[in-house]
């Protein structure tokens, strides 16, 4: 038999990886390169754990901006934090800085900008959270400072010490930046009437009673503001505006709101800048209320009804016929006045604003949350408004 002849090895087959294994190809490299693989080990190890790390930082910022954006619910500390002193604004030193800046904020608060329902987690095709729209340069022109309000779920670090000084802006409470001219809230009147009206304790609301007009209901045009609300109190020494409608700030416009020493006004100011106020006795926080505002005009008289879970609790008949024009420019604002600075904190669970004009309901803001949720407006942050195109929007500040 033919023996077969062994043959050599060649030096390219000595020094190849004796396995088609890639486990023990990388043994055997290792085996014959360690520095090397020890080097790569080292720097992929270095590069891990810092991307691990980072991961780890950025899950913690977005539970702590993102996840809790969407609890809107404010707690108890929450509403003790409210004083006269609290620092509810942001003065950048110029118009680059405050770009830079909410770049930033966009950034790290981008994802809440799909639609939702402001009360849950849930998406709600309706409406979208816009972010921090309220910036505004100082109406004198030759100052260059802007303006910003801001919510306690802004992400620390772009309003502590070290941003003031990278992004260049201070802090402000509502009474210095009044005094700095940046915002007012007071319409030039060539003067007013106040109507108190003194109330009892009010129970809370447990089911929807139609309002009880003791008047003829042909009387129009009328205005009509219906809530089912739950008042928050905050502590600032200020107007909070629950409901403004208006295109001229001292001149046909409705206003409810609650005053410095927290008393529910209803104020129309109408054609001539002459303001009408009905203001209320009691105060009505952390209980829900069916609140009905409404205005009345005919030829020769008007007037002004306030109405609590359906029972009247201010009727103010005039005389004579308060000179009102609704203009179809009006914008409508709830949790804040025109300037969406001087906002309310407060639970809405139905909205309904209309004019009746003869028979006729003109429906101008509505929201029913009782298949959705109920929503948080402001508590220092959200406002809705209606502007001339009908389209409602839900902006922060």
Not at 333 to 353: C, P, Q
Not at 386 to 397: V, Y
Request: hydrophobic content about 35%.
């Amino acid at each position: 038999m033919r023996r077969k002849k062994n043959s050599i090895p060649s030096k390219q087959k000595l020094n190849s990886d004796p396995s088609e294994n890639w486990f023990e190809r990388f043994v055997f490299w290792y085996k014959n390169n360690k520095f090397i693989a020890s080097i790569v080990i080292v720097c992929i190890t270095i590069i891990g754990i810092g991307t691990l790390i980072e991961r780890l930082i950025g899950l913690a910022n977005f539970s702590r901006d993102v996840v809790g954006y969407f609890n809107s619910e404010p707690t108890i500390s929450d509403l003790k934090k409210d004083s006269t002193n609290l620092s509810n604004f942001l003065i950048f030193s110029d118009k680059s800085s405050f770009d830079e800046w909410h770049k930033e904020v966009v950034f790290r608060l981008g994802l809440p900008k799909y639609s939702r329902n402001l009360g849950t987690n849930e998406i709600d095709d309706n409406y979208i959270v816009r972010q921090y729209s309220n910036w505004r340069k100082h109406p004198n022109h030759n100052d260059n400072r802007i303006l910003c309000g801001f919510g306690k779920r802004l992400p620390i670090d772009l309003i502590n010490e070290t941003a003031e000084i990278k992004y260049k802006f201070i802090k402000a409470t509502f009474s210095e930046i009044e005094e700095m001219g940046f915002i007012k809230d007071l319409p030039k009147l060539i003067g007013q009437e106040i109507f108190p009206y003194d109330i009892p304790d009010m129970p809370e609301m447990t089911t929807y009673t139609p309002p009880f007009i003791n008047r003829p209901l042909y009387i129009t045009p009328e205005y009509n503001m219906e809530f089912q609300v739950i008042l928050f109190q905050r502590h600032e020494y200020r107007n909070k505006y629950i409901f403004d409608i208006v295109s001229v700030e001292n001149r046909n416009r409705i206003s409810i709101y609650l005053d410095k020493e927290d008393y529910l006004c209803y104020r129309v100011i109408d054609s001539t800048s002459k303001a009408h106020i009905i203001k209320l006795s009691h105060k009505l926080f952390n209980k829900k209320y069916q609140l009905n505002f409404k205005f009345a005009n005919c030829p020769d008289k008007s007037y002004m009804e306030i109405y609590i879970n359906g029972i009247a609790v201010a009727i103010q008949n005039f005389d004579y016929r308060i000179p009102f024009y609704f203009y179809n420019s009006n914008k409508t604002y709830v949790g804040a006045n025109l300037d969406r600075m001087y906002f309310s904190k407060l639970r809405i669970f139905v909205i309904d604003i209309y004019r009746m004009i003869d028979d006729r309901k003109v429906e101008l803001l509505t929201y029913d949350g009782h298949n959705l949720d109920s929503i948080y407006l402001s508590d220092g942050e959200i406002i809705a408004y209606k502007d001339q195109t009908g389209i409602t929007h839900f902006n922060r500040r």
